[in-house]
């Protein structure tokens, strides 16, 4: 079994994943354990309206709406924004869906949120401290006096530490999903192999978008210089205490 590696940009990437993208998240099978955990954040940190930036298929969005939020999403693939509406319609909630990169949202936002989440790991397709400043600088823009930020990313810093590889294994019929990285120094890249089985027959494709490796440090660094106050750390989306060498999960909020 060969595959040809494919270097694609964050958004050919997901153009190119959006058609399995569902599947190989178990975008169904999440939903009660996902709408439980936003339910916790709505009462720790309460808000009434949100924007999902870098939404994906709308997952987080589409639950939020359900929780009475004013929810806007946004992300940078417009196939993955597609699945999103046919996601949203199905399950009979109206979202508005923008096309925009993170470092640009308020060129296409002129309202601003009780709250913008940004999940998924999304952040480390930011490939510079420069780009990640500007995401952040959006974020502050697009938010109420007042308003949360929150940030959920891989901690790169265990990642690099004990040199993990493999992501997840996830098969469904017969497709399976090997999520893994190829690690070189500092510089990561994030790779999907898609295998679709007929019979005992194999036919994968290899396709790869590198990140940058974030750590705790840096994203608090440039938080303070857009006018964002970090208020807390957690090494999960359940509060867990962030430990720098254990946590699988950075998750940062921190408040305009």
């Not at 339910?39 to 709308?58: E, I, N, R």
């Not at 589409?62 to 949203?88: C, Y």
């Not at 994968?204 to 303070?224: A, C, G, K």
Request: aromatic share 10%; glycine share 6%; net charge positive.
């Amino acid at each position: 079994m060969n595959s040809k590696k494919e270097n694609l940009s964050a958004e050919k990437f997901y153009q190119q994943l959006s058609v399995n993208y569902d599947v190989m998240t178990r975008f169904h099978q999440r939903q009660k354990t996902e709408r439980e955990v936003l339910q916790t954040w709505l009462k720790k940190y309460p808000f009434k309206s949100a924007l999902d930036a870098a939404c994906g298929t709308g997952l987080h969005a589409l639950l939020l709406s359900q929780l009475g939020v004013r929810v806007v999403g946004t992300d940078i693939s417009p196939d993955m924004l597609s699945q999103a509406r046919i996601n949203s319609k199905a399950a009979g909630v109206n979202i508005k869906w923008i096309e925009a990169p993170l470092e640009k949202l308020s060129h296409h936002i002129h309202q601003t949120f009780g709250a913008v989440l940004c999940l998924g790991n999304s952040i480390p397709h930011l490939l510079s401290k420069a780009k990640l400043n500007s995401a952040l600088k959006n974020f502050y823009l697009l938010l109420d006096p007042g308003g949360w930020v929150i940030l959920q990313l891989i901690n790169y810093r265990k990642v690099l530490m004990e040199q993990q590889r493999i992501i997840g294994i996830h098969r469904d019929g017969d497709q399976e999903f090997i999520r893994f990285y190829d690690l070189s120094g500092k510089k990561i890249n994030f790779n999907i192999l898609t295998i679709k089985w007929q019979g005992n027959q194999a036919f994968p494709h290899l396709q790869s978008t590198p990140l940058y490796p974030y750590t705790r440090s840096e994203i608090q660094t440039v938080l303070l210089k857009t006018g964002l106050k970090p208020i807390a750390i957690y090494g999960d989306m359940q509060f867990g205490k962030f430990q720098e060498k254990q946590s699988a999960n950075l998750v940062i909020v921190a408040r305009k």
